[in-house]
């Protein structure tokens, strides 16, 4: 039976008939998952499955203390059995990188469409439904019917996304095809617009309720996600037992359920704890010396930083972005000015890094790595700058002493072979399907 989604506005081939909707059983599916995917019939085994009309595919959701994943038999039914397992993977995937305990980045709408990106990046197209998002592939045509009930507002809009999901590249991370995606205009209009005509583009499964949970329960959510994931990985590791997990992902998921703080939770660390504190009048806070006669002040908090970029062919353009997928949640509260630098820093280069930013990898030098450039550019900035970081591979000897608070970020296959003193250092781990949030 072809593949096919519940909603009219998405293209379909048919869609299942009552019939097949009633004498369809996830039983049998679950069950040949488990023969199949080892891992992902330990993350799914303990989860409550809801059988359901109220939502159009599937989805899994949190709440009242337990994981629920509720699915529409009419949806599945319509689906070949490759698919429902590619889809049962797709739910799996969003406990396993915490979409559902962690709040989204808003608009929510285009945070639903990152999550898929990223997820379907790592499920073999031939197991994904064909209303689903898939980077570097266009969506199916539009028949002359789906054109007429959509409009031609709604068909442009559906291939303006439809274009931008085939110009993806796969293997990223949620935050990068989210930040893709924001950074054009036409984008983010069309799929809200999309949205609040009620026309579902590339929905293959439902994301509602991920931010409606309490701190509490969202806390005591996470643990129990954590612990099933903690032990399917280490089922799968004792008996070989991986599955189509790529090993890329194998080694994400070994580092989010080890006990080692994140390399992302050290740097914002780093960079949050150094602030300068300035002035500003605010009418709404009372003068203690003057009440009613002067307005009163309040605190802003600040942190000028420098970034190092190591020219080096090792540092690659996946380091980089790490770098700054990081950099941008710290945006809020920090500046960053960014330099290439080999023996020498490229002032030329420099460009300040600003929430929202988009920064594409160059190479400016070509020489060999001296990390004292760096070191005695910073002191001569000294003034303007908190503190520095570096981004390198780490294949240099030592610099001098810093008087700046330095933070050495090296890159996953990278090692400092140096001790890194009273510095800051953190080690980059996985790839850009590495989740933080």
């Known amino acids: 039976m072809s593949d096919k989604s519940t909603s009219n506005d998405i293209p379909v081939e ?4 009552d019939a097949e909707a009633k004498a ?12 199949d995917e080892p891992f992902f019939s330990s993350i799914i085994r303990p989860i409550t499955k809801i059988r359901t009309d109220k939502i159009p595919t599937a989805g899994v959701l949190s709440k009242d203390g337990a994981i629920t994943m509720w699915w529409n038999p009419k949806f599945l039914a319509s689906l070949v059995p490759k698919k429902i397992k590619g889809l049962l993977k797709h739910e799996c995937y969003h406990l396993v990188f915490e979409h559902t305990t962690t709040r989204k980045n808003k608009p929510h709408i285009v945070w639903n469409y990152a999550t898929d ?24 045509e539009l028949t002359e019917e789906q054109k007429e009930k959509m409009g031609d507002d709604g068909v442009k809009r559906y291939e303006l996304i439809s274009n931008k999901v085939e110009s993806f590249p796969k293997e990223m991370s949620s935050e990068w095809y989210f930040s893709q995606l924001m950074n054009d205009d036409d984008i983010v209009d069309a799929i809200k617009e999309s949205e609040s005509a009620g026309i579902s583009i590339g929905e293959m499964d439902s994301h509602d309720g991920w931010d409606k949970m ?53 740097l914002r660390s780093a ?12 009418v709404r806070r009372i003068n203690r010396k003057y009440p009613g006669i002067h307005p009163g002040s309040r605190r802003k908090y600040t942190s000028s930083w420098a970034v190092y970029v190591d020219q080096s ?14 950099l941008t949640s710290l945006a809020k509260h920090s500046s960053f000015d960014v330099y290439y630098f080999d023996t020498e820093v490229d002032e030329k280069s420099k460009f300040t890094w600003k929430k929202g930013s988009k920064a594409s990898p160059k190479r400016t030098r070509c020489g060999g790595t001296d990390f004292e450039a760096p070191t005695k550019h910073a002191h001569k900035n000294m003034e303007k700058y908190d503190g520095y970081i570096i981004l390198t591979d780490g294949y240099a000897p030592k ?9 050495w970020v090296v890159t996953p296959d990278g090692s400092l072979q140096f001790d890194k003193g009273r510095d800051v250092s953190v080690q980059m781990t996985g790839n850009n399907n590495t989740e933080s949030a």
């Open 14 to 17: 048919n869609i299942a008939s």
């Open 24 to 35: 369809f059983r996830l039983d049998s599916h679950l069950l040949s998952l488990m023969w």
């Open 117 to 140: 990106l990223a997820i379907n990046s790592v499920i073999p197209e031939s197991e994904l439904p064909e209303c689903g998002l898939i980077p570097g592939k266009a969506f199916k």
């Open 214 to 266: 309490s701190e509490e329960e969202r806390d005591l959510i996470k643990g129990k996600v954590k612990q099933v994931l903690k032990e399917a990985a280490k089922k799968a590791d004792s008996s070989n037992s991986w599955g189509s997990v790529p090993s890329s992902m194998r080694a994400s998921i070994r580092q989010m359920v080890s006990n080692e703080v994140d390399w992302r939770s050290i």
């Open 271 to 282: 960079v949050g704890n150094k602030k300068r504190a300035g002035r500003d009048t605010s």
């Open 313 to 326: 062919g090792s540092v690659c353009d996946e380091s980089l972005g790490l770098l700054f997928g990081e």
């Open 399 to 407: 610099p001098s002493h810093s008087r700046l608070r330095r933070v």
